[in-house]
């Protein structure tokens, strides 16, 4: 019996020997796919590829693809293995600008993809592909011009009052204010009022429901991680392993919120100039009125039933991505631009100055125009975007097998791709000293001789960023009236440098920010 023992399990070590061998030499042929096309790549792992790193949560998604750009150097694309899956990363500037641009057609669709029972996650703009994506985005684009903008001005001004006022009643000159959290309960204030036309109070309410639901996405545990992981490199796990981009009680409570004030206008005839109302128009007729209905990119109006229907959690999506992917953003972007003003205070004074003089020649009621046309304003926060871009990434599917321009390689149907923008806005060839923050890269003259398609926060082409206006106003407004009240500056806790997470899906720091507010004397 011993010897039968030792025999069966010889033989099951031999089985599995040999099966490791398989594996082996399976990843192997795999991870020559682009050695064998002339594509340089960094050396993959057996398994993982290029993506053990993620996987052990020591690098974020937009670090892990800035790690395959720097390997790529003087290359104009450079290919990595997410595990066995080839994919490959885009630096050279004129081939971006085919994918993004002249090219769409073959690029259309994103790689990202989320559960299908995860439904305010499928059913977004930012998700979907094809012709729905088609046609909600031709539909949607009327809720986002500039005239739209100067509508919903008074509604961010009001908050970025309620947010001069928070830090005029709760912080003395020497307490520090963590401005991660400051400008995320802001951003959240904007974003609610803004899309599901509800005051939401973060700034006054720290239990507000908005905050902790905001919260709760991107709080990134160990699991989170690994999900937005698989949204964003490996959609095709998402179904099976029930990954969601919005979470069982996120939903609820996003559903809830937004059909309680749909019935709350519709039943008392109430109407808001806010995202709100515009999607209340497109579930009750069908477009937005003052937009045209005629036909657009080769879509019919009578196509809408088969393409998207705006009812349902179809309808709520468009306010539950406007949320998601808003405050956190317009956060992250705030709480950068006022860290590096604090460490350079001889940016800030000039940029002072500029919101000083307006200001004071505005009575302190300046309009969109005023806050938009700001100068340096806009050159501040364009550099902000540059070494921090809120979602350090573009990913998109090749849908045909594509000839890239001016050179033989082929990247086939199916293969994703992605534009690092960490490793694009921090490329030396294109920003010299990159690593250091400075508002003049973006001065008129500067701008001119900007290498076209190496600055790319918002994308470009059909899949630019929606709420790329919006952004800027909430961002702008706020900092306007932040910097005319006060004088940011550093204190013992602030971390310098900055350390940035290696678990979060937008760019974000371990620690927080915290910053001294000094009441100005102007």
Excluded at 199 to 220: C, E, Q, T, V
Aim: glycine share 6%; aromatic share 12%.
């Amino acid at each position: 019996m011993a010897a039968l023992t030792g025999s069966a399990v010889g033989d099951i070590g031999i089985l599995l020997f040999s099966l490791l061998v398989a594996v082996y030499l399976y990843y192997v042929n795999k991870f020559t796919y682009w050695k064998r096309r002339g594509v340089m790549t960094p050396k993959p792992i057996p398994l993982f590829g290029n993506f053990l790193m993620p996987m052990l949560q020591k690098r974020s998604p937009g670090q892990i693809l800035q790690d395959v750009y720097k390997a790529g150097e003087g290359q104009p694309y450079v290919g990595f293995y997410i595990f066995g899956r080839p994919a490959i990363v885009i630096r050279d500037p004129d081939i971006i600008k085919h994918i993004l641009v002249k090219d769409f057609n073959i690029f259309a669709d994103r790689h990202a993809s989320t559960s299908k029972s995860d439904t305010l996650g499928a059913q977004n703009l930012f998700i979907l592909n094809g012709e729905p994506w088609k046609y909600l985005r031709m539909k949607l684009s009327p809720t986002f011009t500039s005239g739209r903008m100067k509508k919903m001005f008074p509604l961010v001004t009001n908050c970025a009052t309620e947010l001069v006022d928070h830090l005029l009643d709760n912080f003395g000159e020497k307490e520090p204010v963590e401005v991660k959290e400051t400008t995320a309960k802001y951003a959240t204030d904007v974003i609610s009022t803004c899309a599901f036309g509800i005051g939401s109070n973060s700034l006054k309410d720290p239990k507000a429901d908005f905050r902790k639901f905001g919260k709760k996405i991107f709080h990134f545990t160990w699991f989170r991680t690994l999900e937005i992981l698989g949204l964003f490199f490996v959609p095709s796990l998402m179904s099976f392993l029930h990954g969601r981009f919005f979470s069982k009680d996120a939903t609820e409570f996003l559903r809830k919120a937004f059909w309680d004030v749909i019935d709350y206008r519709e039943s008392n005839k109430i109407v808001r100039e806010d995202f709100l109302n515009l999607l209340i128009q497109l579930k009750n007729t069908g477009h937005i009125e003052g937009s045209e209905t005629e036909e657009k990119n080769g879509l019919k109006e009578d196509k809408s039933s088969s393409l998207f229907e705006f009812s349902g959690d179809n309808l709520v999506a468009q306010p539950a991505i406007f949320f998601t992917a808003g405050f956190e953003t317009n956060a992250t972007t705030m709480s950068f631009t006022l860290y590096e003003l604090a460490l350079q205070p001889q940016l800030q004074k000039r940029l002072r100055t500029e919101i000083a003089e307006v200001m004071n020649k505005t009575n302190r009621s300046p309009t969109y125009e005023d806050v938009m046309n700001m100068k340096y304003l806009g050159m501040v926060v364009s550099e902000t975007l540059r070494k921090y871009p809120p979602l350090p990434l573009l990913d998109r599917i090749c849908l045909q097998d594509y000839n890239v321009p001016g050179s033989d390689l082929i990247i086939e149907k199916n293969t994703p791709v992605f534009i690092a923008l960490l490793g694009l806005h921090r490329d030396p060839e294109y920003y010299p000293d990159p690593e250091f923050y400075d508002p003049q890269r973006f001065e008129e003259e500067s701008k001119r001789l900007q290498k076209p398609f190496t600055y790319l926060p918002f994308g470009d082409g059909p899949h630019n960023c929606i709420g790329r206006r919006f952004g800027l106003m909430a961002v702008k407004t706020a900092l306007v009236h932040i910097l005319y009240q006060f004088e940011v500056k550093p204190c013992k806790d602030t971390p310098i440098p900055l350390v940035m997470s290696t678990r979060a899906s937008v760019l974000a720091t371990v620690s927080g920010i915290p910053l001294i507010f000094t009441r100005s004397k102007a």
